[in-house]
């Protein structure tokens, strides 16, 4: 099964209904990993995993009618040979009958390949402004099947607050996609620590299968998931913030763990990185109700009450704080 197969199978045409299409899509972060694929072209995940949207932190995407293909990056063009543009032509090619060139203007507020899960809302909002080009009025479960051939997290983008991605089990993935979840919590903050926004030595996606490949404790992980999934549903349920926290913390250790026994071994964490942890382990033995988690790069994300917002402001100064239900 490849992508175009999909595309075919939920895409009803590729006539633009109008000369330019836009969208908005909020950039997420996951609470429990997705990390490892079952099926690369399609981006099938070995697992479920389950997010927090950021509201207005994410990407808004404007996709044009144009003579040859253009791509620009917060007002910047995008040279067309870099990985970055390789990776948006090809995603594009999926969706475009022969002749047509697009023009893409991106400006995302977060910051790009920096571990802020800014190609989830990229893919997200440039499918959500494809929809709106071509006026095929999909409803947001095949959106994010769309999205998840760009990037496997952009499948959890279609929605603000929680959302669960359904691993699936079918080959061709119609039923791995994102389920937004019921629960609001007005009262959780994410605060994202940034300890360095270069661009990371190794992707999410090379890193990731390099992890199935060869990492001993991969096969832990599917356990591990198994495990928190359910804890962490009735944490938001109940709205049990330290259980919540506490999961969080542990499934990206755990990934990092599954990460750092690869080989040869990939560590984002940075000794930056590290010192943020002891902090944050540290505030907590005194009490403080402050978690964090991690992706793909040596960021952190704290979790945090509103109640608790000028306590953890005084001690990360620089932290960017969100309040994910502001919507
Ligand atoms: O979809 P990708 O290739 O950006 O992978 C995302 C991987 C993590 O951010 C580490 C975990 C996740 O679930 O977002």
């Given at each position: ?26 950039t997420n972060i996951a609470?429990?990993k997705y ?8 981006n099938?995940p070995?697992?479920?995993s389950?997010s ?65 899960a800014?190609s989830a809302c990229?893919f997200a ?22 999205a998840r051939?760009g990037s496997g997290s952009a499948c959890r983008s ?7 991605w ?12 994102g ?25 999410s ?90 992706d793909a ?31």
């Amino acid at each position: 099964v490849s992508k175009y197969d999909i595309v075919k199978l939920i895409v009803p045409n590729f006539k633009p209904a109008k000369d330019v299409g836009t969208a908005f899509a909020p950039t997420n972060i996951a609470l429990i990993k997705y990390w490892g694929k079952r099926n690369q072209e399609l981006n099938l995940p070995m697992t479920s995993s389950l997010s927090i949207s950021l509201a207005d932190h994410g990407a808004h995407t404007a996709v044009s009618l144009s003579d040859a293909d253009t791509i620009q990056l917060n007002g910047d063009v995008v040279d067309a040979s870099s990985a970055f543009a390789k990776r948006l032509i090809q995603f594009l090619n999926l969706f475009r009958g022969p002749g047509v060139c697009f023009n893409i203007a991106i400006q995302s507020n977060v910051p790009i390949a920096a571990g802020l899960a800014s190609s989830a809302c990229g893919f997200a909002s440039i499918v959500k402004a494809l929809n709106d080009l071509y006026q095929w009025d999909l409803n947001a479960k095949s959106l994010s099947i769309l999205a998840r051939l760009g990037s496997g997290s952009a499948c959890r983008s279609l929605w603000d607050g929680f959302v669960l991605w359904h691993a699936g089990v079918l080959d061709n993935g119609m039923d791995s996609y994102g389920e937004v979840l019921e629960e609001q919590w007005p009262d959780l903050r994410v605060g994202l620590l940034l300890i360095d926004t270069q661009e990371k030595s190794i992707g999410s996606r090379a890193a990731m299968q390099r992890t199935v490949d060869t990492s001993i404790l991969y096969r832990a992980w599917p356990q591990k998931v198994s495990h928190d999934m359910p804890l962490l549903r009735q944490a938001i349920s109940c709205k049990n913030f330290q259980i919540m926290g506490e999961i969080a913390e542990s499934n990206a250790l755990a990934m990092h763990a599954t990460m750092l026994s690869a080989s040869p071994s990939i560590c984002y964490t940075t000794p930056e990185t590290l010192m943020a942890m002891q902090k944050i382990w540290r505030l907590r033995a005194q009490g403080l109700s402050v978690y964090y988690t991690q992706d793909a790069g040596p960021n952190l994300k704290l979790l945090f009450l509103q109640k608790d917002h000028d306590t953890v402001i005084a001690e990360f100064n620089d932290a960017v704080i969100i309040n994910p239900f502001s919507g």
